[in-house]
């Protein structure tokens, strides 16, 4: 089994904690597939982190993903829907992401792997992700698409 990685972030990132679960967070798509803080928090061990972007006490997104020994491979991420004016001005979202990049070159990775849902492959192609094969079905998620973006 690979070492679970120690990542150095500053505030507004963090790795998620027991005290998140406390926090309302809505986003459409979690609530049809029952993720929660909560999940997340008992998630975050071995391979897999969470990290959530906070500002002013509240947590306005998180990003999940495995570390997959020589590249990162994003699961989720999300904006939280009860902060929408506020999200669309900071972004917290996109900033995760870009600094899960920044992280993967401190650790000499090269890449980074998704799979999209459907509606959002145009918006990760704008952000320099390639789609790598077919899209497949998933129960969960419907049409996934995998893409990944060198770095």
């Not at 947590?59 to 020589?70: K, N, P, R, S």
């Not at 070159?105 to 790598?132: D, M």
Request: aromatic residues 14%; proline residues 3%; contains cysteine.
């Amino acid at each position: 089994m690979l070492e679970r990685k120690k990542f150095r972030l500053n505030l507004p990132y963090r790795e998620i904690l027991s005290t998140d679960v406390q926090h309302d967070f809505d986003n459409e798509l979690l609530f049809a597939k029952n993720i929660t803080l909560q999940k997340l928090y008992t998630e975050n061990k071995g391979n897999y982190h969470v990290w959530v972007f906070e500002f002013d006490g509240m947590v306005l997104a998180f990003l999940t993903f495995v570390d997959e020994g020589d590249h990162f491979h994003i699961d989720m991420i999300a904006v939280n829907r009860i902060h929408d004016k506020l999200c669309d001005e900071i972004h917290p979202g996109y900033s995760l992401f870009t600094l899960l990049e920044l992280v993967s070159l401190q650790f000499g990775y090269s890449k980074i792997t998704l799979n999209s849902i459907q509606n959002r492959v145009e918006y990760w192609k704008s952000s320099g992700y390639e789609i790598t094969g077919p899209a497949e079905f998933s129960n969960v998620w419907g049409m996934l698409t995998p893409m990944e973006k060198k770095i």
